[in-house]
């Protein structure tokens, strides 16, 4: 996440320093797109996820339409909690982050796999399908 709030924050700011000479920058706020990458993270299944031809989508209406930011709904959602209520946000996203272990891809070839809380999978019953 840090790398990617750190070309967010560059990208704010070439954009300002560059606009007088046409050239336009568009931050995308994608979901996790469904590819074989994350095929191996069974947990994945259960989470809102981005088709590859919607993800594409998304990149075709930036080169098309240039806006500065494209993103879902949940997305903008999200952000304007994080505006208004920063600190809500904050432990929002902590509690879902801490609710979902490590997937056994991650830990490696001897990880265990990993088991859901009764709340992790309540979330992701809830969660599923929302990527609009």
Not at 75 to 80: A, D, H, K, S
């Amino acid at each position: 996440m840090a790398s990617k709030a750190a070309l967010d924050a560059w990208t704010r700011c070439a954009s300002s320093e560059f606009a007088d000479q046409g050239v336009t920058f568009t931050t995308i706020n994608m979901l996790l797109v469904r590819t074989p990458m994350i095929a191996p993270t069974g947990l994945y299944n259960n989470v809102p996820t981005l088709s590859p031809e919607e993800a594409a989508d998304m990149i075709a209406q930036a080169c098309i339409f240039k806006p500065v930011h494209i993103a879902t709904r949940l997305g903008l959602t999200g952000q304007i909690l994080h505006a208004a209520l920063p600190r809500v946000a904050q432990i929002a996203m902590n509690t879902s982050f801490r609710m979902f272990p490590d997937s056994s891809a991650a830990k490696g070839p001897k990880g265990d796999k990993p088991k859901l809380s009764a709340e992790a999978v309540a979330m992701q019953q809830m969660m599923r399908g929302i990527h609009f």
